[in-house]
Structure formats: C-alpha cells, structure tokens
C-alpha cells in the first residue's frame, strides 16, 4: 500500500492540467468540512438541551418514583422507610400528597395541581434555585407557605403575601363525595400565604402548586397517607439499578419508575429529533461524496497517460485501482478531520464566551456539551459513508479505463 498510497498523496497536492479538477476537489473538502462541523455542533447542541432537560425534571421528580395503584394511597408505615434511608445509593425519601384542586385569589380561580412536600424539598431537590421571586420557605414554626408555578401567578393576576396581605385560597375535593350533589360540602378550603414563585418550564409553572405536605394532607382531609415516593440518588448511581433494587423490596402492586420512563414521551422526542437530525446530515455527506466522484473521474482521465505508464512498468490493477480509491479516502478524510476542528471550536466557543443567546429561555444562552462518542460516532459515519461510496465506483471506473489502454 505504500506505493498507491504515495501516488495518491502526489495526485492530492500536485498541479492538474485541469482548474476544474482543484475546484472540484477543493468543493469535496469544503461540503464535507462543513456538514461534520454541523453535525458536531447539533449533536453538542442537543446534549446541551437533553442536560438542561435533565436538570430540570429532576429538580421536580424524583429519580425513582413509588406509586399505589391508580385511586390509592401508600401508607409509608409499613414500608419501613427507615431501613431504606441507610441503603447507600439513596440519597433521600419524599413522601409526596399530590391531587387536582381549585386555587382562588381575590375573585380570579383556576385548576392547578397541588403538590405536599416536606419541609426540606426545595433545599434537597435543588428547587430552591429556580425561584423567580420571594423565598424557599414551606413552612416555619406557625405559619404555612405555598410556591406556585409563574404561570399560575399571571393567570391569577397574583402577589405574594408579603405585598398584598392577601391568601390564596386552595379548594379540594374531598374523596368518596359527589360535587354535583353538594357542591359546598364536595370541598375542603384552607387559605395559604404566596410565599415564592417558582419558574422552571412552561408545563410545569402553568401547573403546580407547592405547599407543605401537612397543609395538602389537612385541606384533603386524609391521614399520613402519600400519593407517591420520590428517591433521589447519590451522584454517580445508576437509576436503573436503584429502581430494580427498590422494586425487589416493593410488593407487586406498587409501581416504580425512574424519572425518564415517567416522562419518556419528552427523552423519546429528544432521541427522535437526534436521529433524524444525523440521517438529514448524512445524507448531504452523501451528495459530497457525489462530488469526490467526480473529481476522481476526471483526475483518472487527466492521469491517462501516466497509468498506462505505470501499468506497463509492473503495476497491477490492484494497485491503480487503490491510488484512486485513497486518493479519494484522503479527500474526505480531509474534509472531516477539518470539519471535527471546526465544529469543535465553535462549541467551545459557545460554551466559553456564549455566542449564540437563548432570547426568553431559562439560560441566557443555548448549551453545548461536547461528548467524546460524538466525535468518533460522526468521524465514523463520514468516512463510512466516504468509504462504501467511492469504492464500488472507483472499481468499476479504473476496470473500464485500464480495459481501454
């Protein structure tokens, strides 16, 4: 190989008879420099948004999720929750009362969901970040606080207590009574101060209310009862595995989940537009490779002379036929090694110095994380791609000109 190869090399940087044939070549380089940038950057890009994505459903649900079945509630004395606590993958345990309820403020109303957590929620899950104004605080020794969703706040046309002296009145349905025989009675009301507002995505700041988990289980009228579990895992664990050890413990008719598989339709979604984001930028390596075809066909007629010469001193067909093929390899070897440098600096440069802003979005700027399986994965698919279809061509092109001489 060393002999084609350096052929090849010459054929590469040497002068042709030909402008064309540079033009051609220098096209080659260009679109699949380009196009592996592009991938670089999408990949980066999407990792970027599937942490950001991450971060923020797991500041609101647990890593792994213990639920009754559908209408019941889990009575956390008998699953001995202690003894979980020491397991040293579970960082901690929430018991979570969640229900649908009618939230009133002055003489505005609307349907949010309520969520009871205990008092150290907004501090463990990292929620205590994402508030948009007032403070974390669910509850101090004589008073209880709610944290609703932005949304929520301007649907309401809502202020916190502490500016408006006015309560938030909170209207739940009490189980087991029909609203359409006594619509007074169906309900359970408690007013609770606005204490902060919290604002992580659009789904979830038109939706929630967070309230302390005493105030959810007395405005329900239900015992120490929860609606589910929420575990949340050390740094570094697993979820799969911690949901399969937490599910040996549980009897059979609890559910557990993971984060991702209770919002699988949002990690799906993710995974589709990555996919279907590599085949479109494929498939314009594709039409690249077209154009290293082209330029290897008229370098092979430019170099007529020349391999008749060759042949006629000794060189097989063989050996011809791979001085084109590599001089095609090198083209679109060329063309992504420069792109994978191009692309590479262009993410750093957007998570160094934030080129491109994200206007209206939770983080000033769109992230990128660079992940070493994208660059080997696109460097893989280009020269894949490079390899199958010059090939075949070159095969068939070299036959057909070493037939004639």
Same mark, same amino acid.
């Given at each position: ?21 540079n ?22 890009a ?43 993958r ?13 939230? $009133?403020?002055?003489?505005? $109303? ?100 967070l ?12 015992? $120490? ?8 895992a ?16 549980m ?5 557990v ?39 290897i ?7 007529q ?11 097989? @067909? ?27 600096? @262009?993410?750093?440069l ?8 994200? $206007?209206?979005?939770? @983080? ?42």
């Amino acid at each position: 190989m060393r002999f084609p190869f350096y052929i090849a090399e010459r054929y590469l940087f040497s002068k042709k008879s030909r402008n064309v044939i540079n033009l051609i070549t220098g096209i080659s380089v260009a679109v699949i420099a380009f196009v592996t940038a592009a991938m670089i950057v999408v990949l980066s890009a999407f990792n970027g948004i599937d942490m950001l994505v991450d971060e923020l459903y797991s500041s609101f649900d647990g890593d792994v999720i213990i639920e009754a079945p559908r209408g019941r509630y889990l009575d956390t004395d008998r699953l001995n929750m202690e003894a979980w606590s020491e397991d040293s993958r579970i960082a901690a345990i929430h018991e979570v009362v969640e229900q649908s309820v009618l939230v $009133q403020y002055k003489d505005r $109303q609307r349907v949010a969901v309520m969520k009871g957590v205990p008092a150290d929620y907004m501090t463990s899950t990292g929620l205590e970040n994402k508030i948009y104004e007032g403070g974390a605080i669910l509850e101090d020794e004589d008073t209880f606080r709610g944290i609703i969703g932005y949304g929520i706040l301007l649907d309401l046309d809502a202020a916190l207590y502490s500016e408006s002296l006015t309560p938030l009145f909170v209207h739940a349905a009490e189980k087991g009574r029909r609203i359409s025989r006594d619509k007074e009675k169906a309900f359970n009301t408690e007013p609770i101060m606005i204490g902060g507002v919290f604002s992580i995505n659009l789904e979830y700041d038109s939706q929630y209310l967070l309230v302390p988990i005493a105030f959810a289980r007395d405005v329900m009228k239900v015992g $120490q009862v929860s609606s589910y579990l929420e575990v949340q895992a050390k740094e570094g664990v697993p979820l799969e595995e911690l949901k399969d050890v937490i599910a040996s413990k549980m009897s059979q008719d609890l559910k557990v989940s993971t984060r991702e598989e209770k919002n699988a339709l949002v990690y799906k979604a993710n995974e589709s537009e990555r996919l279907v984001t590599i085949l479109i930028l494929s498939f314009i390596i594709l039409i690249a490779t077209f154009n290293i075809l082209a330029s290897i066909t008229m370098l092979m007629l430019d170099k007529q002379k020349d391999l008749k010469i060759i042949h006629s001193m000794g060189a097989t @067909v063989q050996q011809v036929r791979n001085i084109f093929f590599i001089e095609a390899m090198l083209i679109s070897v060329a063309g992504t090694v420069i792109g994978l440098v191009l692309g590479l600096g @262009v993410c750093f440069l957007q998570s160094e110095y934030g080129l491109v802003p994200l $206007q209206g979005g939770i @983080v000033d700027y769109y992230p990128v994380i660079i992940m070493l399986r994208d660059v080997l994965m696109v460097f893989a698919i280009v020269v894949s791609i490079g390899f199958l279809f010059s090939w075949f061509p070159v095969k068939r092109l070299t036959k057909g000109l070493l037939a004639q001489s």
